[in-house]
């Protein structure tokens, strides 16, 4: 239910009311008893959450939460128990190929194809 801001014309009184979207403005002020009461147009208040969220899924049954664990465990990678046999290289392993070395020429180029003029 909002908070509505309300202001009496007679005697400036002001004040803001909790009230449903449903309900009538007030017009009666509680403070003078005249009939002069208006209600202000406001810039609203804004929502806010707090905790730790609120998520579609926060609110799922028991048995979609497992099958859904279920199904992220399945999807998970394996680890490969071969690649742990094989030795790692290293950059002291190999010192005779240097990085220039492996680089491709420009005489290595394959040849084919029109040469530009």
């Known amino acids: 239910m909002p908070t509505y801001e309300y202001i009496c014309d007679a005697c400036g009184h002001q004040f803001d009311e909790f009230q449903s979207i ?39 049954s028991d048995s979609y939460q497992k099958a859904a664990k279920a199904e992220n465990e399945s999807a998970a990678p394996k680890t490969d128990s071969s690649s ?29 194809g029109k040469k530009k003029d």
């Not at 449903?22 to 403070?31: D, F, G, H, I, Y």
């Not at 094989?86 to 040849?111: G, L, V, Y």
Request: hydrophobic residues 20%; positive net charge.
């Open 84 to 112: 742990a046999d094989k030795p790692s290289t290293s950059a002291t392993s190999d010192t005779s190929t240097s990085k220039a070395e492996s680089m491709p020429k420009s005489s290595d180029k394959p040849k084919g």
């Open 22 to 60: 449903t309900a009538k403005p007030l017009r009666k002020c509680p403070e003078c008893g005249k009939s002069k009461l208006r209600r202000l147009i406001g810039t609203g208040a804004g929502v806010i959450f707090r905790g730790s969220g609120f998520y579609q899924t926060d609110y799922r």
